[in-house]
């Protein structure tokens, strides 16, 4: 598991393939292991939003060791992140 996370964070980090629509748009696709991804260029720093690092834990696959993700076809757009779980505000 750590050996493919650190193949993808290398991939995206040495990824020179960069599309640039227009100066207002500063979206990027790179290519990964597992195909292309888009991102942002946000305070200087490149952003890449929703990446599975494992496939998916359901069906034969619960309770199981992390499996790699699956290879896609195309661009996987960037997603939002998911709303963190509420907490008490003393104990955060």
């Not at 998916?56 to 997603?79: I, S, T, Y």
Request: net charge positive; proline share 9%; hydrophobic share 50%.
């Amino acid at each position: 598991m750590m050996k493919f996370l650190s193949q993808l964070l290398t991939c995206l980090a040495m990824a020179t393939t960069v599309v640039c629509a227009n100066s207002a748009d500063l979206s990027l696709v790179v290519q990964t292991e597992n195909g292309k991804v888009a991102g942002a260029v946000r305070n200087g720093a490149k952003e890449f939003r929703g990446l599975p690092f494992a496939a998916a834990p359901v069906g034969d696959l619960r309770w199981e060791l992390p499996q790699p993700a699956k290879p896609w076809v195309g661009v996987r757009e960037p997603v939002l992140l998911a709303v963190p779980a509420r907490s008490k505000p003393d104990l955060i």
